[in-house]
C-alpha cells in the first residue's frame, strides 16, 4: 500500500530553514498556512510573510475570502517568499462559534483533507502548521491532519491506462512543520501506517471481482503476515469437515472456491481471550438463484466490505504493535446461480448444529456469518465480537449513507462502538432488537428461515445473526449504506471508503488495551 504523498515531519525553524532553501523549477514549491476569521494568523506566520501582507490583503478582498473554515485562498508569486504559490487555507468556524480554531479534534482530519485537495500532485510544499489558535494537543493535531491528508490523496486508477500529465508527477512531497515536532514524529508514523490499513481496505472494495476472488482476497490478508500477523485459511475441504454448510451452500453455485480467513494479532497477555471482528466477504453477490435485478449489480463487487474493514483493523493494529489479542475472522465467498447453486427452499445445517431453511438466495450474507461467528466463538472463545456487513439494503433505506446500523446484545459494547465512531467520524446508530422481531424468523421447516418478511429488514438479518453468538458480548455493524458508493468527502474520493477501520482500531486502543 503506498500513500499518495511523502511527509517529513520538521520544527516550525526546519520547516522555514527548508523555506530558504532555492526553489526547484522542475517541482514549484507551494507554502500552506492558515488563516483564521478576518485573515487572522500566528504571529510566526505573520512575521513570515509580513512582505506579502498588502497582496494577500488585495487578494483576498478580490476573492472575498475571509479565512472560513473550508474555503481557501490560492495566491500566484507571493512577495518576500522563496515560494511560486501561497496557500492559505481557512480554519474560522462558521457563525454560531466564533472561535479560530477548528471546533472539534476530528476537524483537523478534514482540514488535513481540504489541504490536500488543493495542494494537487506533483507538487513540493511546506506547510506551516501553526494555527491561528493553537491546538491543545499539537502534536497530535498534526498526526490527525496528516492522516486526513493522505486519505484524500487516495486514488483508485490503476485500471486508467491513460493518465493527465499532472497525474504522472508522483506524489506529493510535503514538509510539515509542526510546534511539537519530536511527538508529532512518532504520531505522524502512525497515522501513516492508519492511512495505509485504510486504503487497503478502500482498495479491496474498489477491486473488481474477476480481479478479487475469494482466493485472491485470502492471498491479500495473508500479506498481513509481514506484520506479525497469524494467518491461517480454511479452504472448502477443512470448512466441510466443520460443518460449515451455511457458508459453503452460499459458495457452491461459483466456480471459485470459498475461504475462511483467520487473523491473529497476539500483542497482549500470553493466553488471554481475544476481541473478535468478523467480516462478510462476498466477492460479489448476484443474489444467486434469487437473483438480483441487473441495475446498479456492478455495484456488489462492494459485498465484501465487511472483510475488509476487518483486514484493514488487524492492518493497523498490528502496525502499531497493539497491547491486545484481537482476532479476525473473514468468511469469503462468491453468490452465483448455476446447475450447482442452492436454492429456494433449500434447508442446511450451520456448524452451530442449527438448521436455516434458504427462502432468499440473495439473503446469502447470514448464511456466511452465522458460520463464522460459531467458528470464532468454538476456536477462540472471545470477550467479545463485532461483525461487520454490507448486510441490508434496508439499511440504507434507514439511515442512508451517513451512518452505519448498530445491532447488540450488549449495552457497554454499543456504547464503546458509538463513542469510538464518534471520535473517528464513522458514525452508528443503535437499532432495537427483541423476541417479537425474532419470531419473523422461525421456520415451518427448520430451525429458521433466511429472511423475516418485508419490514424491518435489518433488524431480522440482525436477529438471525444473534441466533449464531449465545450470550457472548456481540455487536453487529450492517454497513451496506457506509461501506460502499460513498459520498464524496474531506478525506474520501473513492468509491470504497474504508468504513470500520479507524473504527475498530480505536475501539481496541480506547477499551481492550492495557
Ligand atoms: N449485499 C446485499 C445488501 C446490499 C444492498 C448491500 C445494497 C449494499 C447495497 C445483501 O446480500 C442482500 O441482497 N440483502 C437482501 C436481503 C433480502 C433478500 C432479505 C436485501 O437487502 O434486499
Ligand atoms: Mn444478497
Ligand atoms: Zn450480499
Given at each position: ?12 525553524d ?18 500552506v498556512?492558515f ?8 504571529d510566526?506566520?505573520?512575521e513570515l510573510?509580513k ?26 508569486a507571493?512577495?518576500?517568499v522563496?515560494a511560486?504559490?501561497?496557500l492559505?487555507i481557512g480554519?474560522?468556524?462558521?457563525n454560531c ?8 479534534f ?7 483533507g481540504?489541504t ?10 511546506v506547510?506551516?502548521?501553526d494555527?491561528p489558535e493553537?491546538?491543545s ?12 491528508g ?21 506524489p506529493?512531497?510535503?514538509?510539515l512543520?509542526?510546534a ?11 497515522a ?6 485504510v ?9 473488481p471481482a474477476n ?7 485470502a ?6 503476515m509481514k506484520l ?11 470448512m ?6 451455511a457458508?459453503?451452500?452460499v ?21 488471554a481471550?481475544p ?6 466477504g462476498?466477492?460479489?453477490d ?12 456492478e455495484?456488489?463487487k ?10 484493514g ?6 502496525a ?33 448444529g ?15 456469518l452465522a ?7 468454538e ?5 467479545a465480537?463485532?461483525?461487520l ?7 440504507l ?16 459494547l ?6 469510538a ?36 429488514g435489518?433488524?431480522t438479518?440482525?436477529q ?8 457472548t ?18 478525506i ?17 486502543k ?5
Amino acid at each position: 500500500m503506498s500513500l499518495n504523498a511523502k511527509l517529513e515531519v520538521l520544527s516550525y525553524d526546519e520547516a522555514e530553514a527548508a523555506l530558504r532553501a532555492p526553489e526547484d523549477v522542475s517541482r514549484s514549491r507551494t507554502l500552506v498556512v492558515f488563516a483564521g476569521t478576518d485573515l487572522a494568523m500566528s504571529d510566526r506566520v505573520k512575521e513570515l510573510l509580513k512582505e506579502a501582507q498588502a497582496q494577500i490583503g488585495r487578494a483576498a478582498a478580490a476573492a472575498k475570502f475571509k479565512g472560513k473554515s473550508g474555503s481557501s485562498l490560492e495566491i500566484l508569486a507571493p512577495v518576500g517568499v522563496l515560494a511560486s504559490r501561497l496557500l492559505l487555507i481557512g480554519v474560522a468556524a462558521g457563525n454560531c462559534d466564533e472561535s479560530d480554531k477548528p471546533a472539534k479534534f476530528d476537524d483537523y482530519l478534514s482540514l488535513g483533507g481540504q489541504t490536500a485537495s488543493k495542494l494537487g500532485q506533483g507538487a513540493a510544499a511546506v506547510v506551516l502548521f501553526d494555527l491561528p489558535e493553537a491546538p491543545s494537543e499539537p502534536a497530535a493535531a498534526a498526526a490527525q491532519f496528516a492522516l486526513g491528508g493522505w486519505l484524500r490523496a487516495y486514488k483508485f486508477d490503476q485500471y486508467k491506462t491513460k493518465k493527465k500529465d499532472e497525474e504522472k508527477d508522483g506524489p506529493v512531497e510535503i514538509k510539515l512543520g509542526v510546534a511539537d515536532a519530536e511527538s508529532a514524529k512518532s504520531l505522524v508514523a502512525e497515522a501513516g501506517s492508519t492511512a495505509e490499513a485504510v486504503i487497503l481496505a478502500r482498495t479491496l472494495v474498489n477491486e473488481p471481482a474477476n480481479v478479487l476472488s475469494p482466493t485472491e482476497f485470502a492471498r491479500r490478508a495473508s500479506e498481513l503476515m509481514k506484520l506479525g500477523v497469524e494467518v491461517e485459511i480454511l479452504d472448502e475441504k477443512a470448512m466441510a469437515e466443520l460443518g460449515m454448510r451455511a457458508l459453503l451452500g452460499v459458495g457452491q453455485g461459483s466456480d471459485n472456491e470459498s475461504r475462511l480467513v483467520v487473523l491473529r494479532w497476539n500483542g497482549g497477555e500470553a493466553g488471554a481471550a481475544p476481541i473478535a471482528f468478523v467480516g462478510k466477504g462476498v466477492v460479489f453477490d448476484t443474489g444467486g438463484i434469487s437473483i438480483k435485478p441487473a441495475a446498479s449489480m456492478e455495484d456488489m463487487k462492494g459485498d465484501m466490505a465487511g472483510a475488509a474493514a476487518v483486514t484493514g483493523a488487524l492492518y493497523a493494529i498490528a502496525a502499531r504493535k497493539a497491547k491486545a489479542n484481537v482476532v479476525g475472522v473473514l468468511g469469503i465467498v462468491e453468490n452465483m446461480p448455476g446447475g450447482k447453486a442452492q436454492r429456494p427452499g433449500d434447508i442446511v445445517k450451520s456448524m452451530s448444529g442449527q438448521t436455516i431453511e434458504v427462502i432468499n438466495t440473495d439473503a446469502e450474507g447470514r448464511l456466511v456469518l452465522a458460520d463464522a461467528l460459531t467458528y470464532v466463538i468454538e476456536k477462540h472463545k472471545p470477550v467479545a465480537i463485532v461483525d461487520l456487513a454490507t448486510l441490508t439494503g434496508a439499511i440504507l433505506v434507514a439511515l442512508g449513507q451517513e451512518y452505519a446500523g448498530l445491532f447488540s446484545n450488549d449495552d457497554e459494547l454499543s456504547e464503546r462502538l458509538t463513542k469510538a465512531g464518534t471520535a473517528t467520524g464513522e458514525k452508528l446508530w443503535r437499532f432495537p432488537m427483541g423476541p417479537s422481531y425474532d419470531r419473523l424468523i422461525d421456520s415451518k421447516f427448520a430451525d429458521m428461515k433466511n429472511t423475516g418478511g418485508r419490514h424491518g429488514g435489518s433488524i431480522t438479518a440482525a436477529q438471525f445473526l444473534a441466533r449464531f453468538v449465545g450470550k457472548t458480548p456481540w455487536a453487529h455493524l450492517d454497513i451496506a449504506g457506509t461501506g460502499m458508493g460513498s459520498p464524496a468527502s474531506d478525506i474520501n474520493q473513492s468509491w470504497g471508503s474504508g468504513f470500520g477501520v479507524r473504527l475498530l482500531d480505536r475501539l481496541v486502543k480506547d477499551c481492550y488495551e492495557g
